[in-house]
């Protein structure tokens, strides 16, 4: 069974600061994907990254893959209180979805 | 004009009970997902349809049957409810093929406690 493994499963972050949150999974996949979720909230879909050396950005937040090494990276610039939110990476082989730990972002005034 | 709906969002019940769970999709989606999310945020895969045809099926208690009348539909029966079936179901729909992202869209969840 596909392992991935998400890092750090929780992160307190003071505003402004730059931070990275590390995704390895275990075994060759389609797709990465990053998604966000709220506190009671569903699970809003940030990035997909298709092949080797994919980087995507949005506003403060930015996605890269890494193939060969496993690995995908969501790195967050400068934040502001509105990113804290529980983060996930998943990878899918085939129809099936492995989904990360999850990394538990609070970002502090 | 919502993506991918639950019904209900909250489900409080006795141990013991059988209830259930709907999810429609609107995007012409042809595969549709169960999770389960525990108290830790955890995300599990139960189920898997893809044109009405169960493609995953993950170790689950066969108290937990899944139904897909067709393929905007997928349904989640529980029978005899135990305490630690408490968690958030989420449904979850995407297009299968080769290209494009194949992105999973979530539903907004269901939140069962069982007493």
Known sequence: ?109 | DTAVSQTPKYLVTQMGNDKSIKCEQNLGHDTMYWYKQDSKKFLKIMFSYNNKELIINETVPNRFSPKSPDKAHLNLHINSLELGDSAVYFCASRLQGLAGNNEQFFGPGTRLTVL
């Open chain 1, 1 to 109: 069974e596909l392992k991935v493994e998400q890092n750090p499963l929780f992160l307190s972050m003071q505003e402004g600061k730059n931070y990275t949150i590390y995704c390895n999974y275990s075994t060759t996949s389609d797709r990465l994907y990053w998604y966000r979720q709220d506190p009671g909230k569903s699970l809003e879909s940030l990035f997909v990254l298709l092949s080797n050396g994919a980087v995507k950005q949005e506003g403060r937040l930015m996605a890269s893959l890494d193939t060969k090494a496993r690995l995908s990276t969501l790195h967050i610039t400068a934040a502001v209180h509105d990113l804290s939110a529980t983060y996930f990476c998943a990878v899918r082989t085939g129809n099936q979805f492995y989904f990360g730990t999850g990394t538990s972002l609070t970002v502090i005034p």
